[in-house]
């Protein structure tokens, strides 16, 4: 199985600070990455599929980057609204596999 | 607007089945996969299972944790996707998302619309 690794596992930042969320795979996943968003009592919404393609609708703050193993999502200008657990998924392989998540509290 | 709904969870006892369903609308359900993902009190997020479209054999994957007790069905005349689960254990205790899955070419799925998922309790 891969495994996904996401750092840190939280982070605290200030309106307006650039946010960096790291997520590392087990072995290369090309870009067959994707990023969700949960908000505390709400269902995951997802922000970024294929590592860097933002989805339709989700804010452009929000931008993806990496490829083989090692990706980043990108917060460039945090809102409160962003206040939630960030999770990355590949699906490169069977079983589907996510990253353990990354709670962003704002400061 | 893609609509999913999800029902049928409750409390139950080990060893015993549950059938969760969930209902689809505002997108031609039978051009999607449909997936499970589930959600554990406090943790993360789990892949459970999906089912391709009819026009890749309506074939299913599962994860190690549920495969052999758990099956992903659909009914593509009606909107409808389904998780038969038998053989109940505590640690299947969770919140259970009915998902849309997306794919690319080259790649396998991911989730692209969610429910707002049924909890799943299982104890004794």
């Known amino acids: 199985d891969i495994q996904m690794t996401q750092s840190p596992s939280t982070l605290s930042a200030s309106v307006g600070d650039r946010v960096t969320i790291s997520c590392r795979a087990s072995?290369?996943?090309?870009?067959?990455l994707a990023w969700y968003q949960q908000k505390p009592g709400k269902a995951p919404n997802l922000l970024i599929y294929?590592?860097?393609s933002l989805e339709s609708g989700v804010p452009s703050r929000f931008s993806g980057s990496g490829s083989g193993t090692d990706f980043t999502l990108t917060i460039s200008s945090l809102q409160p609204d962003d206040s939630a657990t960030y999770y990355c998924?590949?699906?490169?392989?069977?079983?589907?596999?996510f990253g353990g998540g990354t709670k962003v509290e704002i400061k | 607007e893609v609509q999913l709904v999800e029902s049928g969870g409750g409390l139950v006892q080990p060893g015993q089945s549950l059938r969760l369903s969930c209902t689809a609308s505002?997108?031609?359900?039978?051009?999607?996969?449909m997936s499970w993902v589930r959600q554990a009190p406090g943790k993360g997020l789990e892949w459970v299972g999906f089912?391709?479209?009819?026009?890749?054999?309506?074939?299913?994957e599962y994860a190690a944790s549920v495969k052999g007790r758990f099956t992903v069905s659909r009914d593509d005349s009606i909107g409808l996707s389904y998780l038969q689960m038998n053989s109940l254990k505590n640690e299947d205790t969770a919140l259970y998302y009915c998902?849309?899955?997306?794919?690319?070419?080259?790649?396998?799925?991911?989730?692209?619309?969610w429910g707002q998922g049924t909890l799943v309790t299982v104890s004794s």
């Open positions: 294929k590592a860097s």
């Open positions: 089912i391709r479209t009819k026009a890749y054999g309506r074939t299913a």
């Open positions: 998924q590949q699906y490169s392989n069977y079983p589907l596999t």
């Open positions: 072995q290369s996943i090309s870009s067959w």
């Open positions: 998902t849309r899955a997306l794919t690319e070419p080259g790649g396998g799925y991911y989730f692209g619309s």
């Open positions: 505002g997108f031609t359900f039978g051009d999607y996969a």
